[in-house]
């Protein structure tokens, strides 16, 4: 090697670190935020244990009733709050401080998650309080999700908040990988109790985190007029934003149409791949697993103007994904799928969120959002509900082939007739 070549090599591999660096500190952004890291950190644990007892609660459901119906029935029941109750959960998020909004609706998440673990540990846990606990959680998630999606502007400064979006999907998208596998395991070496006391205690890291925020003072609320009146002024927003209008309208047929193959897991775990608790697990860390690297993908991406492009990608990708999923009985392969649906779906998903908040004004954020939130948890019991019972008649495959049909066609209509969707940045 010439006398030339040695320090060449060396420039070449400190510029190459550089790039490494610059990479990293673009994905992670907002990390750099001391906000936003104890908000990260605290939000990762409880949601690993929330996907844990999302996942044993659903195969003891499973187990109690042997009927995929039922998983539409406790899924229908999670989501009637959702109506009840998310645009008021926008209004009170635009008039109170976020925080305290926040940490009462975690401490009541907790609650619940102590109560299901008790019955379950007493053995006297029964399909009818599942569906209860369920609607009061639904209640809660309700209040909870408007404020944690407006609460991302008092965490970075705005040129982060794509970042900080992604982020908190990968955060979420990283429970959902991890969260199911261990349930699965904990589910067949202990039992569901356990599942369910983990996820209790999960929720004490994002209350103490919630508490430890140096906050700004809070932005000005919104004015105190006739509750209708405020909520209304939200929905007048988003029907004569048409990039908007169109983001929550399809969010909605993705989660009316998109989303039932979530609640058929157990049954598909048993019926189709003939598996049981542990594979059930499997299959819903694989989705997470995509995800999150969907959700790192648009992280990496933020700082480019492709959103527009990124949404048409994921809008077309999800359901012909969700088609191929549907066709296979080989369990290493139907994991590779659902880690293309996660992916596909979360690149969607990320970038509507992001497109949403940086279109609507600082004042009426919450409002927007509680209605961007009830397009999606909204029409989501409903499609659990129509999957199970359309399961029941013709079977979890036709059932997701069917769906993934429909929201094809959904997605074609998008790129027709709103074409300024994908050429935003």
Known sequence: ?????????????????????????????????????????????????????????????????????????????????????????????????????????????????????????????????????????????????????????????????????????????AATAVGPAVAGMAYAALGPAWCFTINAISFIAVILALARMQLAAAPKSAPRGRALDDIRQGFQFVRSDSVVRTLVLYLAAVSFLGMGFVTLMPAWAVKVLGGGATTNGWLQSARGVGAMIGALLTASLAQRAMRGKLIAIGTFAFPLALFGFALIRWLPLSLLALVIIGLSLMIYMNNSNSMVQTQTPDELRGRVLSIYSLSFFGLMPLGSLFAGSLATQVGEPLTVMIAATLLSLCSLLVWIKAPQVRHMG
């Open 1 to 173: 090697m010439s006398k030339l070549a040695f320090p060449s090599r060396l420039l070449a591999v400190g510029w190459s670190g550089a790039a490494l660096r610059l990479r990293l500190g673009g994905t992670f952004a907002a990390l750099r935020h001391h906000n936003y890291r104890l908000w990260f950190l605290g939000q990762l644990v409880s949601l690993v244990g929330t996907w844990m007892q999302t996942t044993a609660q659903g195969f003891l459901v499973y187990e109690l009733t042997q009927s995929p119906a039922y998983l539409g029935y406790v899924g229908f029941a999670s989501g009637i709050p959702t109506w009840l109750f998310t645009l008021y959960g926008g209004l009170i998020a635009d008039r109170m401080s976020r925080r305290t909004l926040l940490i009462f609706t975690q401490s009541f998440m907790m609650g619940l998650a102590a109560m299901l673990a008790f019955l379950t540990f007493a053995g006297i846990v029964q399909p009818w309080q599942i569906i209860l606990l369920a609607f009061l959680l639904g209640t809660a998630n309700a209040f909870d999700a408007p404020a944690r999606l407006a609460f991302v502007l008092e965490l970075v400064p705005r040129e982060d908040l794509t970042n900080a979006v992604a982020l908190n999907s990968t955060m979420f998208n």
